[in-house]
């Protein structure tokens, strides 16, 4: 049992472009997936997107 109110699913993956990252985030109280988003980047913009999906996961948790 997990006493959470969400649950982040990632995956990163070598493209030849760069990296694909996916995420998953669900509310599991409600057993529903809450959003997904796909990212295509080159690696110079890793920490850019890290910033884009914590805004992404705050939005979803806290409304803002």
Wanted: no cysteine.
């Amino acid at each position: 049992r997990i006493d959470a109110r969400a649950f982040l699913i990632g995956r990163v993956a070598e493209s030849p472009q760069g990296l694909e990252i996916s995420v998953r985030l669900w509310d599991v109280p409600a057993d529903k997936q809450l959003t997904e988003q796909q990212y295509a980047i080159d690696r110079d913009n890793l920490r850019g997107t890290a910033d884009r999906i914590s805004d992404l996961i705050r939005h979803q948790l806290a409304g803002r």
